[in-house]
């Protein structure tokens, strides 16, 4: 699963919380540690920069971070992805294409509450609705 955005949920007492044997997660390494995403994930968690670094230590036994040029032969591809897309959407579409492009190398779905990526059809994209449904319908599966 290529997830969009920051993993897990920051609760009342600004714990993080992983569900224990979740699937695997892939993010885009150089997209969430670039100094853009991180103020804007210090800003959305509320949380101090030493807290964040802790919560990425966390992630790290769970998620496997992807170094951008293990996807990078499927750039072109995820570029052509969005061609039809309105010019406003085509910009906003490439500065998310590294997670769609991962998404090709992995053969994974996305998860993004972003309903411009729910445009790209060729990949199977779950809202945090879509994909709680899914999980809670697949959960006597495994």
């Known amino acids: 699963m290529v997830r969009v955005g920051f993993l897990g949920y920051t609760g009342k007492d600004n714990s993080f919380q992983l569900k224990s044997g979740s699937a695997l997660h892939f993010i885009p390494y150089g997209v969430i540690f670039s100094s853009v995403y991180s103020e804007e ?24 971070f992807v170094n951008p040029v293990e996807y990078s032969s499927q750039l072109g591809n995820a570029l052509k992805l969005g061609e039809k897309l309105s010019k406003r959407e085509s910009e906003e579409f490439a500065d998310d294409i590294d997670f769609f492009a991962l998404s090709l190398k992995e053969n994974a779905p996305i998860w993004s509450n972003d309903a411009l990526f729910k445009k790209i059809r060729s990949i199977k994209v779950f809202n945090t609705k879509d994909l709680v449904k899914h999980l809670k319908s697949t959960e006597d599966k495994f």
């Open 41 to 64: 994930l210090l800003i959305k968690s509320k949380l101090a920069k030493p807290d964040l670094d802790s919560v990425f230590l966390e992630l790290k036994k769970t998620v496997k």
